[in-house]
């Protein structure tokens, strides 16, 4: 189990990705063709950081790790 205090930068980091997928959905429908093609790039990167970030919480969340 993470301290409070890596569980809380953990908790903000995961905030931080999901804003930053969020605003890259909207860039993706820019109406420069290359902005749109670059924000699909890095969406996708993004989307995975997410995930992982949201299963590294699911591990280290005390509820989860009952005895």
Do not use: H, Y
């Not at 569980?7 to 820019?30: I, W």
């Not at 949201?54 to 005390?62: C, V």
Request: net charge negative.
């Amino acid at each position: 189990m993470i301290n409070s205090n890596d569980a809380e930068k953990l908790v903000k980091s995961s905030q931080s990705a999901n804003l930053l997928v969020q605003d890259l959905r909207e860039m993706v429908s820019a109406t420069d063709p290359l902005l749109g093609e670059l924000a699909i790039e890095i969406l996708e990167q993004a989307v995975e950081i997410e995930k992982r970030l949201n299963r590294i919480k699911a591990i280290a969340s005390p509820e989860t790790n009952t005895e």
